[in-house]
């Protein structure tokens, strides 16, 4: 053969598909070429490594977060789907045609449409602070806010509202001592909040969802009146802490929340409202609120504050002065206590339907932040609203690490896991564990390698003392020998063995120990 | 029926045809409890399969959401004309052959394969081996991947699934939605452009005919 080989040729000739007559060829050409004979055991190699390769296992990845990212952009997709078709909100023609044609239809719509005339001129001369916000363009937003806003006029509407839902999505403390509409309901979860539903929470805080990223979070001793609570009016009536995160909204629907004297109309998206026995205090994250009283008005914008005392109105020039911004640790509180949604939202009804509480039951008194499905809810203890299926517990131990609690499933009824008893730090436990790590980690081969020389000038029985700190991750902090009878060179290569055991996660421990070689 | 890749799901997610029919059904129905079965009963082997076709873990887990979002989206017009982890196998190719595109458009701030992240992820040490070895080892990895990294896109697929997976040209044909004669053409010259880069002297190739990049 006089040609060089090409060298895809060796790979055929690795997997047997060249004649042995070719073969000895190729065999007889590499041994008097150089540069074929190179070409022969790279190929030869990467075919070695082609094996290899095929047993190659991916690193372990954040399983959860991939999951909850899958779910989240899934269900986003179809629900926007589904709102662009109008599947949900399909009417069948029939149903119209039908409530057209009747008679007595048409004279109930009448009588209905003149009681919600007058319903909706009582409700305004009742709730109507003297001050009426208007629909503020994106001209009337400003940093500081503005204390003289136009005249306001309510845009009436015409027909009522389809009356909302609220689904209770997360209970956390106690939630035994939250009451609506009075009475501390059996099942917390079942509980569907509508037009005149009071909410009174004592010791736990209530997450409450009514749209696709719509919210709001009743804070611990705090009440709730939802005045409102349809497609055109939403208006809720607080007395403590509410935290609200509204999601795009139809052109025509207001939000007011009212906190006493003062009114705060929702442009924006996230907001805080505290009214307690030293006034009012309005916090924005992001978007815009108008905050008004009867004797004047200012826009809150994101990052901002505004705090009026009891006997204080936002009237005058100075109004706007009280809008101040907000520190980074405010915004990061606010943050934490923005409300929980659920990402599948569609309708309260198919929310209920399509849902069940997870209570996560705390047996001690410490407070343990919980991951369901790898996003953080909150203390323990807890409820939640979540879908039926599998999910994930974990909570966070001492060190402020997450640890596996379990999977638990839920059906369409509550379900309930309990956190295990934090066990108290056991030192002694903790070494013999680690101990046995080491020891059942070393990598003997290697360690023979190291020892290899010094065994055959006859030397044996040695041994190595050392010193080693390893923390919860299972990494080494130090390693130090302390002591040992070996050549420094033998003693360094046994020490790079002993730093290659790895170490899971576990307590962590410090410690010594003697190896004989 | 097409036929069933050998190695889609390394063994521990085989799912018996009734059961695999089941699950689809269910997923289909929206029943989020099938979704987290069928995630998890192929979120390893279709990180594998990612993983070793591109050779490095960048991004990995964002590849990986990426397989099961548009899995979960298209399980409707699956048509079950192929096994449910053969499906999903041709949807990490697809994912895979998208990655290497762009990351020929815009390459990568540090080296081509992170063979070396071995050394500091302790998630993927395995049996400790001996340090020359694992030394050598490396380096093989490292020249293979770099080799494909010289081939087009799609001749590193057909090499890949060829060489690495094993798979047949029938196989390679389906997973990567051509017909088994382009495959059998691209792995051809893929072949060639591979092995003449692993060797390292583009000298030897006796009688090289005019590149293609079908």
């Given at each position: 053969?006089?040609?060089?080989?090409?060298?895809?040729?060796?790979?055929?000739?690795?997997?047997?598909?060249?004649?042995?007559?070719?073969?000895?060829?190729?065999?007889?050409?590499?041994?008097?070429?150089?540069?074929?004979?190179?070409?022969?055991?790279?190929?030869?190699?990467?075919?070695?490594?082609?094996?290899?390769?095929?047993?190659?296992?991916?690193?372990?990845?954040?399983?959860?977060?991939?999951r909850?990212?899958?779910?989240?952009?899934?269900?986003?997709?179809?629900?926007?789907?589904?709102?662009?078709?109008?599947?949900?909100?399909?009417?069948?023609?029939?149903?119209?045609?039908?409530?057209?044609?009747?008679?007595?239809?048409?004279?109930?719509?009448a009588?209905?449409?003149?009681?919600?005339?007058?319903?909706?001129?009582?409700h305004?001369?009742?709730?109507?602070?003297q001050?009426?916000?208007?629909?503020?363009?994106?001209?009337?937003s400003?940093?500081?806010?503005?204390?003289?806003?136009?005249?306001?006029?309510?845009?009436?509407?015409?027909?009522?509202?389809?009356?909302?839902?609220?689904?209770?999505?997360?209970?956390?403390?106690?939630?035994?001592?939250?009451?609506?509409?009075?009475?501390?309901?059996?099942?917390?979860?079942?509980?569907?909040?509508?037009?005149?539903?009071?909410?009174?929470?004592?010791?736990?805080?209530?997450?409450?969802?009514?749209g696709?990223?719509?919210?709001?979070?009743?804070?611990?001793?705090?009440?709730?009146?939802?005045?409102?609570?349809?497609?055109?009016?939403?208006?809720?009536?607080?007395?403590?802490?509410?935290?609200?995160?509204?999601?795009?909204?139809?052109?025509?629907?207001?939000?007011?929340?009212?906190?006493?004297?003062?009114?705060?109309?929702?442009?924006?998206?996230?907001?805080q409202?505290?009214?307690?026995?030293?006034?009012?205090?309005v916090?924005?994250?992001?978007?815009?609120?108008?905050?008004?009283?009867?004797?004047?008005?200012?826009?809150?914008?994101?990052?901002?504050?505004?705090?009026?005392?009891?006997?204080?109105?936002?009237?005058?020039?100075?109004?706007r002065?009280?809008?101040?911004p907000l520190?980074v640790?405010?915004?990061?509180?606010?943050?934490?206590?923005?409300?929980?949604?659920?990402?599948?939202?569609?309708?309260?009804?198919?929310l209920?339907?399509?849902?069940?509480?997870?209570?996560?039951?705390?047996?001690?008194?410490?407070?343990?932040?919980?991951r369901?499905?790898?996003?953080?809810?909150?203390?323990?203890?807890?409820?939640?609203?979540?879908?039926?299926?599998?999910?994930?517990?974990?909570?966070?131990?001492?060190?402020?690490?997450?640890?596996?609690?379990?999977?638990?499933?839920?059906?369409?009824?509550?379900?309930?896991?309990?956190?295990?008893?934090?066990?108290?730090?056991?030192?002694?436990?903790?070494?013999?564990?680690?101990?046995?790590?080491?020891?059942?980690?070393?990598?003997?081969?290697?360690?023979?390698?190291?020892?290899?020389?010094?065994?055959?000038?006859?030397?044996?029985?040695?041994?190595?003392?050392?010193?080693?700190a390893?923390?919860?991750?299972?990494?080494?902090?130090?390693?130090?020998?302390?002591?040992?009878?070996?050549?420094?060179?033998?003693?360094?290569?046994?020490?790079?063995?002993?730093?290659?055991?790895?170490?899971?996660?576990?307590?962590?421990?410090?410690?010594?120990?003697?190896?004989?070689? | 029926?097409?036929?069933?890749?050998?190695?889609?799901?390394d063994?521990?997610?085989?799912?018996?045809?009734?059961?695999?029919?089941?699950?689809?059904?269910?997923?289909?129905?929206?029943?989020?409890?099938?979704?987290?079965?069928?995630?998890?009963?192929?979120?390893?082997?279709?990180?594998?399969?990612?993983?070793?076709?591109?050779?490095?873990?960048?991004?990995?887990?964002?590849?990986?959401q990426?397989?099961?979002?548009?899995?979960?989206?298209?399980?409707d017009?699956?048509?079950?004309?192929?096994?449910?982890?053969?499906?999903?196998?041709?949807?990490?190719?697809?994912?895979?052959l998208?990655?290497?595109?762009?990351?020929?458009?815009?390459?990568?701030?540090?080296?081509?394969?992170?063979?070396?992240?071995?050394?500091?992820d302790?998630s993927?040490?395995?049996?400790?081996?001996?340090?020359?070895?694992?030394?050598?080892?490396?380096?093989?990895?490292?020249?293979?991947?770099?080799?494909?990294?010289?081939?087009?896109?799609?001749?590193?697929?057909?090499?890949?699934?060829?060489?690495?997976?094993?798979?047949?040209?029938?196989?390679?044909?389906?997973?990567?939605?051509?017909?088994?004669?382009?495959?059998?053409?691209?792995?051809?010259?893929?072949?060639?452009?591979?092995?003449?880069?692993?060797?390292?002297?583009?000298?030897?190739d006796?009688?090289?005919?005019?590149?293609?990049?079908?």
């Amino acid at each position: 053969m006089s040609k060089h080989v090409a060298p895809e040729k060796w790979a055929d000739a690795l997997a047997g598909r060249v004649s042995l007559d070719e073969r000895a060829q190729m065999n007889a050409h590499a041994a008097e070429c150089d540069a074929c004979k190179r070409a022969q055991i790279r190929v030869s190699r990467a075919s070695d490594t082609f094996a290899t390769l095929r047993e190659r296992q991916a690193p372990e990845q954040p399983w959860d977060a991939i999951r909850t990212r899958v779910t989240w952009a899934v269900e986003k997709e179809r629900r926007d789907t589904e709102r662009t078709t109008g599947s949900v909100t399909k009417i069948p023609a029939w149903s119209i045609s039908r409530v057209f044609t009747s008679r007595w239809t048409i004279a109930s719509l009448a009588i209905a449409a003149a009681g919600v005339g007058i319903a909706f001129g009582v409700h305004h001369f009742r709730a109507a602070p003297q001050a009426w916000v208007a629909t503020g363009g994106p001209g009337s937003s400003s940093e500081q806010g503005s204390a003289a806003p136009a005249k306001i006029v309510a845009t009436p509407a015409n027909v009522p509202g389809a009356p909302l839902g609220g689904v209770i999505v997360r209970a956390t403390g106690n939630a035994d001592t939250i009451a609506i509409d009075g009475a501390h309901p059996q099942d917390l979860f079942a509980q569907r909040l509508g037009t005149g539903s009071v909410i009174a929470t004592a010791e736990a805080r209530l997450d409450v969802q009514f749209g696709d990223g719509s919210a709001f979070a009743l804070g611990p001793s705090s009440t709730l009146e939802l005045r409102h609570f349809d497609s055109h009016l939403i208006e809720l009536r607080v007395d403590g802490t509410l935290d609200v995160e509204v999601g795009p909204r139809a052109s025509d629907q207001r939000f007011l929340v009212i906190a006493g004297e003062h009114t705060v109309e929702v442009r924006g998206t996230q907001f805080q409202v505290r009214r307690g026995a030293a006034g009012t205090t309005v916090e924005c994250r992001h978007g815009l609120v108008a905050v008004s009283d009867k004797a004047g008005l200012v826009e809150v914008a994101a990052a901002r504050r505004v705090t009026i005392a009891p006997d204080e109105t936002l009237g005058g020039e100075h109004a706007r002065d009280r809008v101040v911004p907000l520190t980074v640790d405010e915004l990061a509180q606010l943050a934490d206590a923005t409300p929980m949604r659920m990402p599948v939202w569609t309708d309260a009804d198919t929310l209920f339907a399509d849902s069940a509480p997870l209570t996560v039951a705390a047996p001690d008194a410490k407070a343990r932040d919980i991951r369901v499905d790898g996003i953080e809810l909150g203390t323990a203890p807890l409820a939640i609203r979540v879908r039926p299926g599998r999910h994930l517990v974990e909570s966070a131990d001492r060190e402020g690490r997450f640890r596996r609690v379990g999977w638990v499933d839920v059906a369409t009824g509550p379900a309930r896991i309990d956190l295990p008893a934090e066990q108290p730090p056991n030192a002694s436990a903790a070494i013999a564990a680690r101990k046995a790590q080491l020891v059942a980690g070393i990598d003997h081969a290697r360690l023979a390698q190291c020892t290899r020389s010094i065994a055959k000038s006859g030397l044996s029985d040695t041994y190595v003392q050392i010193e080693i700190a390893i923390d919860a991750n299972g990494s080494v902090g130090f390693l130090n020998v302390l002591d040992t009878d070996l050549p420094s060179a033998t003693s360094a290569c046994v020490r790079d063995v002993l730093a290659g055991v790895r170490f899971g996660t576990g307590a962590p421990a410090t410690f010594r120990e003697r190896i004989d070689l | 029926m097409l036929p069933r890749v050998k190695r889609e799901t390394d063994g521990y997610a085989a799912l018996e045809p009734a059961l695999e029919a089941d699950l689809i059904t269910r997923c289909r129905n929206r029943e989020r409890a099938a979704h987290d079965e069928l995630y998890h009963r192929f979120r390893r082997p279709v990180a594998a399969n990612l993983y070793r076709v591109l050779g490095d873990r960048t991004d990995l887990d964002d590849l990986v959401q990426e397989v099961f979002v548009i899995a979960f989206r298209g399980l409707d017009r699956f048509r079950g004309d192929a096994r449910l982890s053969t499906w999903l196998y041709r949807i990490c190719v697809n994912v895979a052959l998208g990655r290497i595109r762009t990351r020929k458009r815009k390459p990568p701030a540090i080296g081509v394969a992170d063979l070396d992240s071995t050394a500091i992820d302790p998630s993927m040490i395995e049996r400790p081996e001996q340090p020359d070895r694992s030394l050598e080892r490396q380096q093989d990895q490292r020249r293979v991947y770099a080799a494909l990294e010289t081939l087009a896109p799609k001749k590193r697929i057909v090499l890949y699934l060829h060489e690495i997976e094993g798979l047949d040209l029938k196989e390679i044909a389906y997973l990567v939605d051509s017909n088994p004669v382009t495959v059998r053409t691209r792995l051809f010259y893929a072949r060639r452009e591979f092995y003449r880069a692993i060797s390292g002297d583009a000298a030897l190739d006796p009688a090289a005919p005019p590149g293609d990049d079908a």
